[in-house]
């Protein structure tokens, strides 16, 4: 069983920075696709973005694009997401997902999950 564990949300303010990082002690999670996806209140879970196992190829959304950057060391069996000039609408919960194969936009193909971290980002 994958089970992913999120950490390294909180508070910061517009134009901040922080890394989330999400680690699963499995294999599957080591040679499968991960992605992170968020759920703002009142809104639906939303793509943000993925990597493939070797890291070599990765999707974004294009809220995202140019500011995250996701990454993941295997070694380590951690998938990391850089978030850069945060913005008050980068505001929800993140999650960390999980799948063999390639990587998919849709939460729909992801069996596992974490429990998610909050991200708040004040004006």
């Known amino acids: 069983q994958v089970q992913p564990v999120e950490s390294g949300g909180g508070l910061v303010q517009a134009g901040d920075s922080l890394r989330l990082s999400c680690t699963a002690s499995t294999t599957t999670f080591s040679s499968g696709a991960v992605a992170w996806f968020r759920q703002a209140p009142g809104k639906e879970r939303e793509f943000v973005a993925a990597?493939?196992?070797?890291?070599?190829?990765?999707e974004y959304d294009d809220s995202v694009k140019s500011r995250f950057i996701i990454s993941r060391d295997n070694a380590k069996n951690t998938v990391y997401l850089q978030m850069n000039r945060l913005r008050p609408e980068d505001t929800a919960v993140y999650y960390c997902?999980?799948?063999?194969?390639?990587?998919?936009?849709?939460?729909?193909?992801?069996?596992?999950w974490g429990q998610g971290t909050q991200v708040a980002v004040s004006s």
């Open positions: 990597i493939t196992w070797t890291g070599r190829s990765t």
């Open positions: 997902a999980a799948k063999e194969g390639y990587y998919s936009p849709y939460d729909g193909d992801y069996p596992y």
